[in-house]
């Protein structure tokens, strides 16, 4: 089959590589789309550590089934189907209470980390165990069921985030992720979004997308405004979906005593946060890592247009247009969010 090999860091090429079998309760999907995660182009450079060469990456994806194991009960060939980047195993104690993304024996689909190697669907086919795969309804493109992965991150993250009926809340950082969790708190209830970033084509997207109110930290006094906008206390609820320590300290600085943070942007390994504010303020503190179960809600929401993600699309390329538009990103091209390759 055809695949798209990060060869060594910074070098991708298409190459043949053999078609993988799948076991007795697996599927072996052909593969019409997958997304290039920002998880994918840190991989690419070998900043995270966890896409060690040689590998196949690409875990944001949909197809068809083309071959079934003998044990596999509820899909068949020919359906349409994505599946979920963790590869759970359904047997260890965090499995067992439903906590699928803390699976003692987690893998994630594209990941090679010194501990395992997993390729995924930057190719022809993949295989994945039956119970990550979701059926799709005819009427989802594979391009916008590819994405119910990243929005599945998202929703996960604001199911994580204690909201309330017309609370105010900050999103710190507006790429892919931080877009789709505006979208989520918008349909959970916030009265009021309030965005921030750098990049001003991104906030204009956010204000399209359900923010209230979008700001640029460098050319604003953050603080000031948001003390203006929420009579003087702070928001009650904030996402950071960058994963650094400005937009963290950013986001603690903004929220009003008793109010709730939860990260999920998971850039820096470790950063320094302002320890004093946080007890004296008694803030909460959520982590939020993959999804847990959202897959059917997200894939309900994406079909029914109420999360949008084809304005998040740039781009839509053959794989073998791969390499260079995995420079593009990692150029940080001006206007470059989501790019889905076909196989």
Not at 251 to 260: C, N, P, T, V
Not at 265 to 292: D, H, M, W, Y
Not at 312 to 317: E, H, K, P, Q, T
Request: charged share 20%; glycine share 10%.
């Amino acid at each position: 089959m055809k695949a798209l090999l990060l060869k060594e860091y910074k070098k991708l090429e298409i190459v043949d590589w053999p078609e993988p079998e799948c076991g007795p309760d697996e599927l072996l999907v052909r593969v019409r789309a997958c997304g290039i995660c920002g998880s994918d182009v840190h991989g690419y450079d070998g900043s995270s550590g966890r896409r060690i060469p040689p590998i196949i990456m690409g875990h944001e994806a949909a197809g068809e089934v083309a071959a079934v194991g003998k044990e596999v009960k509820n899909l068949k060939v020919g359906d349409r189907v994505t599946f979920d980047s963790t590869i759970y195993c359904g047997n260890c104690h965090y499995c067992r209470r439903g906590e699928i993304n803390l699976c003692d024996n987690r893998r994630v689909l594209g990941v090679s980390c010194g501990d395992y190697r997993q390729h995924g669907a930057f190719a022809e086919f993949v295989v994945v165990p039956e119970r990550v795969a979701f059926k799709l309804p005819d009427s989802l493109p594979f391009e916008h069921a590819a994405m119910v992965e990243p929005v599945s991150i998202a929703v996960h993250a604001v199911n994580r985030t204690p909201v309330k009926l017309g609370d105010t809340a900050l999103v710190v950082g507006t790429g892919i992720i931080g877009l789709l969790v505006i979208q989520a708190l918008k349909l959970a209830g916030c009265g009021k979004i309030i965005a921030v970033d750098l990049d001003a084509s991104k906030l204009e997207l956010a204000l399209k997308l359900g923010a209230d109110n979008a700001f640029n930290a460098r050319t604003c006094d953050l603080p000031r405004e948001i003390i203006a906008l929420t009579h003087g206390r702070g928001v009650d609820v904030a996402v950071e979906a960058v994963g650094a320590a400005g937009p963290v300290q950013m986001a603690i600085a903004s929220l009003r005593k008793g109010g709730s943070l939860t990260m999920v942007g998971n850039v820096t390994p470790a950063i320094e946060v302002p320890l004093q504010s946080i007890v004296t303020k008694e803030l909460t503190l959520f982590g939020s890592c993959a999804s847990r179960g959202e897959y059917p809600v997200c894939i309900d929401m994406i079909a029914n247009g109420r999360i949008k993600v084809a304005p998040l699309i740039s781009v839509i390329a053959p794989l073998e247009n791969g390499p260079s538009l995995f420079e593009r990103l990692h150029g940080l091209e001006k206007g470059m969010l989501k790019v889905i390759l076909r196989p």
